[in-house]
Structure formats: structure tokens, C-alpha cells
């Protein structure tokens, strides 16, 4: 089956404020407030992968949250076999079944690919870059308008992928800053660099996708920003900091074998309690720095749709493609 090229994928709808909803207004002039603020992109971990179906000319994701090509696949042969429960054709049913135990077989390997055609939808692995824009004291924190998202929208279900949502201008700035971003020179290897090069070429537009948000422990007086943990929001990221003193530390203790003492099992909950209380994005507690970042993400698009993963995604996972 032949399936319709994405429409208008490297346009931008700017419209007026007056055309924009007043939270969509307060968002747009607080991302002008943080880009004079915060006035550099870097890159902020390794990119995510996400499932994403193509049904007539429209893409959505089906869920995020993979940190490997393979592991996107296997969650594309669950939804396969979930929906395959309630399909109606069943010849389509079938046709999934056959996908899903291409994708994880009971015996032998994964067949090692990102892309299928089933009836009238197109499936496809796809790859979500993170980023976050930083200046001298640090990067960014969670901005005032970031609220907290629905449980059901934590990996983006349903989320459709409209490059012609309207859009105010400095959203429009920045996607116009993305298009051409590439890794600071020396970051990362040759290949990879290469890699990001093509992708500008090959997928020259840019969406964002909404937010997520990293705690990390601030050390050596502000020199070390280490990758702590997080969430889908600020305060989702708060009760994460706060388990892991709570719940999360005294076990990783356990299975060290040298459990907290009473002294130490204490100052762990006073610490949560406190973490609990504090309204962020800085904790102080047991003698720690940490702060909550705002992590902001993005996908390439193409006239074909949103970009697949790169064959250096495939290779740090073990698998080498085929040569093209």
C-alpha cells in the first residue's frame, strides 16, 4: 500500500497572540523570557525512542519511553498483539500476530526492524532527541507555566505529530534554531557526528514535544552536573527525589549488605519529609545539592514522516544494519 507523504512538514503556523489561547500565550512569552535567560542548547542525554503510526496522512505516537531501538520494537509486538485482541478484520489480526512474533519470537532472534506496513497502517520505531538550554550558572529549571500531565499522557499516547499546530514566535524561533543543531564539535564521535549531520539534510524540520524533567546532584561547588533521576513534571520529579530517600536508598543499602543504621534510616526520612516540602527546583538535604532540570525534546521530520533511528542508535546496542 501506498502511503501520502506528510503534508507541509517543514511549515510553521505562526499566528497572533490574539489567535492563541491565554495559556498558549503565557507559554510562548515565557520561552522568549528563557531564551534571552538561557541562551545555548545542549544536548541532555542519550535521544529516547517512541512508537508511531501513520493512518492516512496523519502521524501519532503510540507510546515513548524506549532507551534502544530493540526495546521500541518489542513494545511495538505487545501493542501488535493487544490490538490484534480487538481487530474486527481478521485477516488484518493475523497479519499482526505475524509482525509481533517477527519482532519477539519465543525462539531465536528479534528481527531488527523499524518499519512495517500492516493494511492501511504504517508502524514505525522513531527517535526523540533531548536537549536543554543552559547559560553560565546552569541549565534551565522548570518554567512557571509547566504543569503537571495527566497519568495517561505520561509516554504521549495518542499524541498527534502536527507540524501546522499553530504556534506563537519564539516557539517558532526556536524550531527555527533546532533545524540546523549539531552536537558541540569534539562531544561525540566522528560517526555520530556525521550521523547528526545527514539528519539535518535527510529530516530538515523540527517539532517539539512536551517536556520532561531530570533531577541531578549539583557537586564540586557547581562543576559536576550529575544525572540523578526524574519525571513527567516538576512535581513528579520532587516525589521521585523524595522516594529515593524514603524507599529507594534504604533498599540499595540492603543489597550492599551494610543496611542503614537507625541514626542513618532517620536522616533519610528527614530528608524526604523535607524534599517533600520544598518547592524546588533546588533541594539542599544530607548535605546534598540537587535541582530539577527542564528537559526539553524534539523530533525530525521529513516529507516522509518523523525520523527513525540512526544506524550509530542500532550499533551501541550491538546490532550492525545491513549495508543499504
Given at each position: 500500500?501506498?502511503?501520502?507523504?506528510?503534508?507541509?512538514?517543514?511549515?510553521?503556523?505562526?499566528?497572533?497572540?490574539?489567535?492563541?489561547?491565554?495559556?498558549?500565550?503565557?507559554?510562548?512569552?515565557?520561552?522568549?523570557?528563557?531564551?534571552?535567560?538561557?541562551?545555548?542548547?545542549?544536548?541532555?542525554?542519550?535521544?529516547?525512542?517512541?512508537?508511531?503510526?501513520?493512518?492516512?496522512?496523519?502521524?501519532?505516537?503510540?507510546?515513548?519511553?524506549?532507551?534502544?531501538?530493540?526495546?521500541?520494537?518489542?513494545?511495538?509486538?505487545?501493542?501488535?498483539?493487544?490490538?490484534?485482541?480487538?481487530?474486527?478484520?481478521?485477516?488484518?489480526?493475523?497479519?499482526?500476530?505475524?509482525?509481533?512474533?517477527?519482532?519477539?519470537?519465543?525462539?531465536?532472534?528479534?528481527?531488527?526492524?523499524?518499519?512495517?506496513?500492516?493494511?492501511?497502517?504504517?508502524?514505525?520505531?522513531?527517535?526523540?532527541?533531548?536537549?536543554?538550554?543552559?547559560?553560565?550558572?546552569?541549565?534551565?529549571?522548570?518554567?512557571?507555566?509547566?504543569?503537571?500531565?495527566?497519568?495517561?499522557?505520561?509516554?504521549?499516547?495518542?499524541?498527534?505529530?502536527?507540524?501546522?499546530?499553530?504556534?506563537?514566535?519564539?516557539?517558532?524561533?526556536?524550531?527555527?534554531?533546532?533545524?540546523?543543531?549539531?552536537?558541540?564539535?569534539?562531544?561525540?564521535?566522528?560517526?555520530?557526528?556525521?550521523?547528526?549531520?545527514?539528519?539535518?539534510?535527510?529530516?530538515?524540520?523540527?517539532?517539539?514535544?512536551?517536556?520532561?524533567?531530570?533531577?541531578?546532584?549539583?557537586?564540586?561547588?557547581?562543576?559536576?552536573?550529575?544525572?540523578?533521576?526524574g519525571g513527567h513534571g516538576p512535581l513528579h520529579a520532587r516525589d521521585w527525589l523524595a522516594a529515593y530517600f524514603s524507599e529507594l536508598l534504604p533498599r540499595l543499602r540492603e543489597f550492599q549488605g551494610s543496611p542503614?543504621?537507625?541514626?542513618?534510616?532517620?536522616?533519610?526520612?528527614?530528608?524526604?519529609?523535607?524534599?517533600?516540602?520544598?518547592?524546588?527546583?533546588?533541594?539542599?538535604?544530607?548535605?546534598?545539592?540537587?535541582?530539577?532540570?527542564?528537559?526539553?525534546?524534539?523530533?525530525?521530520?521529513?516529507?516522509?514522516?518523523?525520523?527513525?533511528?540512526?544506524?550509530?542508535?542500532?550499533?551501541?546496542?550491538?546490532?550492525?544494519?545491513?549495508?543499504?
Open positions: 500500500m501506498a502511503f501520502p507523504l506528510m503534508p507541509f512538514y517543514d511549515a510553521i503556523n505562526v499566528v497572533a497572540y490574539d489567535d492563541l489561547g491565554p495559556d498558549a500565550v503565557v507559554r510562548d512569552r515565557e520561552l522568549g523570557e528563557r531564551i534571552r535567560e538561557y541562551g545555548k542548547i545542549c544536548p541532555a542525554g542519550s535521544p529516547d525512542f517512541a512508537l508511531a503510526v501513520q493512518r492516512g496522512a496523519e502521524w501519532r505516537i503510540i507510546h515513548t519511553g524506549a532507551c534502544e531501538p530493540a526495546s521500541a520494537r518489542y513494545g511495538l509486538a505487545a501493542h501488535l498483539r493487544r490490538g490484534s485482541e480487538r481487530e474486527d478484520d481478521p485477516a488484518l489480526a493475523r497479519a499482526m500476530l505475524r509482525v509481533a512474533d517477527r519482532l519477539d519470537p519465543e525462539d531465536g532472534e528479534q528481527v531488527p526492524k523499524d518499519e512495517w506496513e500492516i493494511g492501511d497502517r504504517r508502524y514505525r520505531v522513531i527517535r526523540i532527541e533531548r536537549f536543554t538550554l543552559i547559560n553560565k550558572s546552569g541549565m534551565e529549571p522548570p518554567r512557571a507555566s509547566d504543569v503537571e500531565p495527566p497519568r495517561e499522557r505520561h509516554l504521549l499516547e495518542g499524541h498527534l505529530i502536527d507540524p501546522l499546530a499553530p504556534t506563537g514566535q519564539w516557539e517558532a524561533q526556536l524550531r527555527l534554531n533546532l533545524v540546523t543543531y549539531l552536537p558541540p564539535a569534539g562531544s561525540v564521535p566522528p560517526q555520530i557526528a556525521l550521523e547528526a549531520r545527514h539528519a539535518v539534510r535527510s529530516h530538515p524540520a523540527v517539532v517539539l514535544l512536551p517536556p520532561e524533567y531530570t533531577i541531578v546532584e549539583i557537586r564540586d561547588g557547581g562543576r559536576s552536573w550529575e544525572p540523578f533521576g542503614g543504621t537507625e541514626e542513618e534510616q532517620a536522616s533519610w526520612r528527614r530528608a524526604a519529609d523535607r524534599v517533600r516540602e520544598m518547592p524546588g527546583p533546588d533541594f539542599l538535604v544530607a548535605g546534598r545539592h540537587f535541582r530539577t532540570v527542564r528537559v526539553s525534546r524534539m523530533l525530525r521530520l521529513s516529507t516522509d514522516g518523523p525520523e527513525p533511528p540512526r544506524p550509530s542508535d542500532q550499533e551501541r546496542y550491538g546490532y550492525v544494519p545491513p549495508p543499504s
